[in-house]
């Protein structure tokens, strides 16, 4: 499995960025995977933002509920993460991760207040 993230950037606070993540390879079948995306900023733990089930279940964070929304399109073998409403501490690399095993490259956002 292999895992293309992009989208992210430099921001100001209150503004928006969306992420996306293309999942491509063998071995998986998209439309039953979780996906999560998790973040880490500079010296601190990585941490589960957002996850969304095969079913479409989604969860997250306490930190970004109510700002980010996770999201899929199982016919482009993608996943979302839209984030409005940014701050300061959103900022850091954020990671794709499918099932249990796979990470993508990871994507800087930097938001600047």
């Known amino acids: 499995v292999q895992l293309q993230a992009s989208g992210g950037g430099l921001v100001q606070a209150g503004g928006s960025l969306r992420l996306s993540c293309v999942a491509s390879?063998?071995?998986?079948?998209?439309?039953?995977?979780?996906f999560a995306w998790h973040r880490q900023a500079p010296g601190k733990q990585r941490e589960l933002v957002a996850s969304?089930?095969?079913?479409?279940?989604?969860l997250y964070a306490d930190s970004v509920k109510g700002r980010f929304t996770i999201s899929r399109d199982n016919a482009k073998n993608t996943v979302y993460l839209q984030m409005n409403s940014l701050k300061s501490e959103d900022t850091g690399v954020y990671y794709c991760r499918c099932g249990v095993d796979y990470w993508g490259q990871g994507t800087q956002v930097t938001v600047s207040s």
């Open positions: 390879g063998s071995g998986f079948t998209f439309r039953l995977t979780t």
């Open positions: 969304i089930t095969g079913g479409g279940s989604t």
